[in-house]
């Protein structure tokens, strides 16, 4: 059933709740706006910079490419780091790369920054692929990155979308796997608020990684 498995990274894999809210914080800063309060920022994580920006705090076009710009500055060597594996993830991931399932990584993150969060974490080996958005915003929504993830793995037949899942936290994963023909698990112990993931139409939902990894394993 669970053939091709595609991994959503922020508050999937990973908490990078302080980076991501420390760096919109900055990139607030950046515009004159002042926001103590990090719970607030937390919108951040899941849906693109640029959007959150304009969508959230009513900034220009042009002032949400500013904030995205600073964001990254602080983010590329310091908020990059402000994050940790949920535990027992890492080894959900190793376990998953000794079966003959496809697991990879798909991401709204930049590509670039995905593969170096992997690295440092040492989740690199256990992944077949890792798939992420771009820096110039042209990947934003993630449903472009979802199909980018098909594509590498070849993944075209009915049949075979029919044994991938889309494992994320957000809105976003769920509309952007139903975008791509294929389903998606929502996960309770990342970011999404009360009722967003059966609002999203999620069609599996897990409370833990260890639900997780019974349904994904077992």
Sequence with gaps: MFKNILFDLDGTVANSAEG???CAQYGLAAMGIDEPDLEKLK???GPPLRASYMKYWGLTEEQAELGT????ERYHNIGIYEQYIFPGME???????NTDK???????KPEVYARRIVDHFHL??????IAGSTLDGKMDNKAT???KSLTNFNITSE???ACTYLVGDRKEDILAAHANGIKAIGVRFGFAVEGELEEAGADIIVDTVEDLRKLLLE
């Design 159 to 161: 049949e075979e979308k």
């Design 69 to 72: 710009e600073k964001y990254r």
């Design 102 to 108: 496809k697991v990879g990584l798909c991401t709204g």
């Design 91 to 97: 080894d959900l991931l190793k376990d998953l790369s």
């Design 20 to 22: 991501i809210t420390k």
């Design 145 to 147: 990155v979802v199909a």
């Design 43 to 45: 919108l951040f994580i």
């Design 124 to 129: 690199t080996d256990y992944l077949q692929d």
